[in-house]
């Protein structure tokens, strides 16, 4: 039986990560505030307005220190707190303190790298590195197999992935695409694996680059991890629910 193990959700695009215990998913949505806000480097103009590729914003490919941000969302009095190990903790409302935000990350960004601006908010659909409102889905049979590989255990946070599931065969995701799959009260469309870049050599508790994740995805001759799914219907899914393929 494949279930529900984890549920991730990204806030601000590759500045910190916040776990669920259950979610509410729209059809033809990302997951509520997943990558709702960006944060814009120096060399674009974006808006947000409409979706942008993820070379407009700083993220951990390039920034790797930005990999061990967390994040914690107050809805109620609208406020988002960062943690970072080498930083104090920070509260700000990212849609009216934005300079809290761009003060707190200087140093992160190396500095022969584009600096981060400004922070945007995604006005149709999160800012996902998908032209589609995408939902990552892993297999954590899958990620075990890469820590084998590599020989030392590695966090799955690596990944940036929305859904884990647990129970399925190494690399049984890739055989959903092109299918249907239903977790809790919502089907979704799986469309594609996932290109890994090199964000996921940095560790995330520490920000450094100590794994080379894309060499040990080589020996499979390809550089893909987790599959990106599109909900075509609307329910709710919670640690635990069982996932079929349909």
């Known amino acids: 039986m494949i279930k529900v193990v984890e549920i991730w959700r990204h806030p601000i695009k590759s500045h910190g990560r916040e776990a669920l215990n259950t979610v509410t998913v729209t059809a033809g949505q990302t997951l509520p505030l997943d990558r709702a806000w960006a944060v814009a480097h ?23 220190s930005l990999m061990a941000i967390n994040a914690e969302w107050d809805d109620q009095n609208h406020l988002m707190t960062l943690t970072h190990p080498s930083k104090e903790p920070l509260s700000f409302d990212p849609d009216h303190e934005v300079s809290k935000l761009i003060d707190w990350t200087k140093g992160m960004v190396p500095e022969n790298r584009a ?17 589609y409102p995408s939902i990552s889905i892993g297999n954590m049979a899958t990620h075990r197999a890469i820590e084998q590989k590599h020989g030392r255990p590695l966090s799955n946070l690596r990944w940036r992935c929305n859904i884990w599931v647990d129970g399925a065969a190494p690399w049984e995701e890739f055989e ?22 090199l964000a996921t050599t ?10 080379d994740t894309l060499a040990v995805l080589n020996t499979w001759d390809h550089q893909e991890m987790t599959v990106y799914g599109v909900a075509s219907t609307s329910g709710q899914i919670t640690i635990g629910d069982e996932l079929q393929v349909i």
């Open 176 to 197: 959903w695409i092109g299918k249907n799959i239903h977790i809790g009260g919502v089907t979704f469309e799986i469309k594609e694996p996932v290109t890994r870049c």
């Open 202 to 211: 940095a560790n995330p508790e520490t920000g450094a680059r100590d794994a």
């Open 115 to 131: 600096q981060s601006a400004r922070l945007v908010r995604a006005q149709q659909s999160g800012m996902t590195d998908t032209d």
């Open 42 to 64: 120096d060399q674009t103009n974006v808006d947000g307005s409409e979706w942008a590729s993820c070379t407009n914003f700083s993220r951990g490919a390039k920034a790797p």
